[in-house]
């Protein structure tokens, strides 16, 4: 199954790279990126730092801000899962996240992993909102259409998931119960520890305060990561279209739901091209703003990720990942 998966990520994201760059003039193209104002490339750096910022402080939220691990440390291993996953394919990045922070007793796996699913289902509702206010003002925008249908689909079925979790626990107990009960004594008592822990992680949907917080710093992060890539179209474009960001943005996110190549290379710039296409920005200005501010969020995560990695770890390599699959069998 490992296999198809590298193989059918793979084809994707190649398909997706030629989808951007068929027909694409390269002398057009080149003096494209050499008319380019670069120094437009700083505030989208700060507005890359600001989104990951606001992601650690939702992150302490939802994990119900555990005593001893500081948004410091969140900040670090947050980082060190974003260079996994530009590295690695299939999102190892999420298990990476895990890994490094259940080795704290009081963020066990369990609320870990909850956590992460919960964060992934505020993106959704927080983006989901914000595509409607941008196709509100983007009326013509007809070749998006499919994320005001499949996009509420699935993150309402996420969120009434979470939410039956979070208001009737004693049915998510039943069905733990229920679906361990074959299985031997040991594995079925830490699996059932590890459900309730993740059960603990539904807390923040029953806390208005912190579901107001979480949803508020979810908002920023997004609104932070809209603003990188208008700060990048500056760089090639003379008057960019704030809304045609946020909607690139959008359905850049519901494109890397599905398998891609690490980093999700020739998946960015297809669908960049593709979208920005539909508001009339030619082919190479969109290719090119694609490079650049995929280009800016690959490198600034992958080297604040090494950082943290070596903060956390004492190394940079990620040998780790099998030394805790190893450790994980062995008990």
């Not at 989808?19 to 057009?28: E, I, K, N, S, W």
């Not at 380019?36 to 119900?64: D, E, F, K």
């Not at 999102?91 to 992460?116: D, N």
């Not at 603990?200 to 208005?208: I, S």
Request: net charge positive; charged share 10%; proline share 5%.
């Amino acid at each position: 199954m490992g296999r198809w998966r590298w193989v059918l990520g793979l084809m994707i994201g190649a398909l997706a790279l030629y989808g951007a760059v068929r027909g694409l003039d390269l002398p057009t193209l080149w003096a494209t990126l050499r008319a380019g104002s670069y120094q437009w490339m700083l505030p989208a750096l700060l507005a890359l730092i600001l989104s990951v910022a606001a992601r650690t402080a939702r992150w302490g939220i939802l994990l119900n801000a555990p005593a001893g691990v500081s948004l410091l440390r969140l900040w670090n291993i947050l980082n060190a899962g974003y260079l996994v996953t530009h590295v690695l394919p299939f999102r190892m990045g999420e298990l990476a996240r895990i890994l490094l922070l259940v080795r704290f007793p009081q963020t066990p796996a369990g609320l870990v992993a909850m956590s992460i699913v919960v964060e992934h289902t505020l993106d959704l509702v927080v983006l989901l909102a914000l595509t409607g206010v941008a196709l509100a003002f983007q009326p013509g925008a007809r070749e998006l259409g499919l994320l005001s249908h499949a996009g509420p689909a699935l993150t309402l079925g996420a969120l009434g998931g979470l939410l039956l979790g979070a208001f009737r626990p004693q049915w998510a107990r039943r069905l733990v119960e229920t679906l361990t009960q074959p299985l031997p004594r040991p594995l079925q008592g830490r699996l059932r520890h590890e459900a309730e822990a993740a059960l603990q992680g539904l807390q923040v949907l029953r806390t208005p305060r912190a579901l107001a917080g979480a949803l508020g710093w979810s908002l920023v992060a997004w609104l932070a990561t809209a603003a990188q890539l208008y700060a990048v179209m500056w760089v090639f474009l003379k008057s960019p279209d704030g809304w045609v960001a946020l909607l690139t943005t959008s359905a850049l996110t519901f494109g890397m739901l599905v398998p891609s190549t690490p980093g999700y290379i020739g998946v960015v710039q297809g669908i960049t091209v593709w979208v920005m296409g539909a508001f009339g920005i030619p082919q190479a200005t969109a290719f090119s703003i694609s490079v650049a501010s995929h280009g800016l969020t690959y490198g600034v995560l992958v080297a604040l990720g090494a950082i943290g990695l070596w903060l956390e770890t004492g190394h940079v390599g990620l040998g780790f990942l099998q030394r805790a699959a190893v450790e994980d069998a062995e008990r």
